[in-house]
């Protein structure tokens, strides 16, 4: 192969990887707006199912005795106990955006039996390691790895709400924006919901799917407030607890909806700055540690090099 060969093979890699690059986000945001689409369905199905089955079922719940509940009663409270522990173990895998039912499940196997992996393979490490480690120091590696797998999940759910939580807040004030411009014009705020959700899927994939959630649940259900409430549980930021809150009270004492939205826009925009203004204070301390290690260092060879290095060949000279 000549020289003018590689060079056309080149360009055409390049040129092929350049049109990769141009055209993957697009095809991302198909892929975003496909799934957005499709966990909505999904709600919307949900929902209607458990309609469906909520009135077949309803007359039949109502034909329970006085005499079979108070004979159940202890075992409710047990039940209802492990309901409420299963009910905030479901809040934490719904902010997480994890909406499989078995979720919680999963994630108390993933608490019992990560702890026995790691003390398993710690015991393995400390028994092929050569050098001699006393009896203390095994149980305190011991007891440090079956900590570790017991908060390894935790700690992995917890960074993922975190993440969508700051998704969710960077993008909330512009929604509310949008909603503030459609309430104005005298669409009903279901509609509202449904339409900014997808003019959004292109930015936050995240606040789409928890507003077309919203959209199918205000469409779907009787309850509105309930509705808010499930979106606030849901999302578990600030921000979304905010916007439930003033909806609900606009709602219940008759307030203006595109009032309540427009202060709330103002509120979130100012926590973010806050956000900001306050992660900008605390830089000057963070970056202290790595100036004295790496900045002041090579500033001092910077300086102080030249002069040594005339003083060691005035020394040598002399």
Same mark, same amino acid.
């Given at each position: 192969?000549?020289?003018?060969?590689?060079?056309?093979?080149?360009?055409?890699?390049?040129?092929?990887?350049?049109?990769?690059?141009?055209?993957?986000?697009?095809?991302?945001?198909?892929?975003?707006?496909?799934?957005?689409?499709?966990?909505?369905?999904?709600?919307?199905?949900?929902?209607?199912?458990?309609?469906?089955?909520?009135?077949?079922?309803?007359?039949?719940?109502?034909?329970?005795?006085?005499?079979?509940?108070?004979?159940?009663?202890?075992?409710?409270?047990?039940?209802?106990?492990?309901?409420?522990?299963?009910?905030?173990?479901?809040?934490?895998?719904?902010?997480?955006?994890?909406?499989?039912?078995?979720?919680?499940?999963?994630?108390?196997?993933?608490?019992?039996?990560?702890?026995?992996?790691?003390?398993?393979?710690?015991?393995?490490?400390?028994?092929?390691?050569?050098?001699?480690?006393?009896?203390?120091?095994?149980?305190?590696?011991?007891?440090?790895?079956?900590?570790?797998?017991?908060?390894?999940?935790?700690?992995?759910?917890?960074?993922?709400?975190?993440?969508?939580?700051?998704?969710?807040?960077?993008?909330?004030?512009?929604?509310?924006?949008?909603?503030?411009?459609?309430?104005?014009?005298? &669409?009903?705020? /279901? =509609?509202?919901?449904?339409? #900014?959700? +997808?003019?959004?899927?292109?930015? %936050?994939?995240?606040?789409? @799917?928890?507003?077309?959630?919203?959209?199918?649940?205000?469409?779907?259900?009787?309850?509105?407030?309930?509705?808010?409430?499930?979106?606030?549980?849901?999302?578990?930021?600030?921000?979304?607890?905010?916007?439930?809150?003033?909806? &609900?009270?606009? /709602? =219940?004492?008759?307030?203006? #909806?595109? +009032?309540?939205?427009?202060?709330? %826009?103002?509120?979130?925009? @100012?926590?973010?700055?806050?956000?900001?203004?306050?992660?900008?204070?605390?830089?000057?301390?963070?970056?202290?540690?790595?100036?004295?290690?790496?900045?002041?260092?090579?500033?001092?060879?910077?300086?102080?090099?030249?002069?040594? &290095?005339?003083?060691?060949?005035?020394?040598?000279?002399?």
């Amino acid at each position: 192969m000549d020289d003018q060969t590689v060079i056309t093979l080149l360009s055409a890699v390049f040129a092929a990887a350049s049109f990769v690059g141009f055209a993957l986000p697009f095809l991302n945001r198909s892929e975003k707006k496909e799934r957005f689409r499709a966990v909505i369905e999904k709600r919307r199905k949900a929902l209607f199912e458990a309609t469906k089955d909520g009135s077949i079922h309803r007359g039949r719940a109502q034909q329970a005795t006085t005499s079979a509940r108070d004979s159940m009663a202890s075992l409710y409270k047990m039940q209802k106990m492990a309901g409420e522990m299963g009910e905030k173990m479901r809040d934490k895998m719904l902010q997480a955006g994890i909406r499989n039912p078995s979720a919680p499940i999963k994630f108390m196997i993933a608490q019992g039996v990560l702890p026995l992996v790691f003390c398993v393979l710690t015991m393995m490490v400390i028994s092929g390691s050569e050098k001699e480690i006393s009896s203390l120091m095994k149980l305190l590696f011991i007891f440090v790895a079956a900590v570790s797998g017991y908060k390894l999940p935790d700690i992995l759910i917890k960074n993922r709400i975190l993440k969508r939580q700051q998704e969710i807040n960077l993008s909330f004030p512009d929604a509310l924006d949008m909603m503030l411009i459609c309430v104005q014009g005298g &669409i009903g705020l /279901e =509609q509202t919901v449904d339409r #900014v959700a +997808q003019e959004v899927s292109d930015h %936050s994939e995240v606040l789409a @799917e928890e507003l077309g959630i919203l959209s199918a649940e205000m469409a779907m259900l009787n309850d509105r407030r309930q509705a808010l409430q499930d979106f606030a549980r849901r999302v578990g930021s600030g921000a979304a607890k905010s916007f439930a809150t003033a909806l &609900i009270q606009a /709602e =219940q004492y008759g307030t203006s #909806v595109s +009032q309540a939205m427009r202060v709330m %826009s103002d509120e979130i925009r @100012e926590m973010r700055m806050a956000t900001a203004e306050q992660k900008a204070a605390s830089l000057p301390p963070k970056l202290t540690v790595p100036m004295i290690l790496f900045f002041l260092p090579a500033l001092f060879i910077i300086i102080l090099g030249p002069a040594g &290095i005339q003083a060691s060949a005035a020394g040598v000279g002399g």
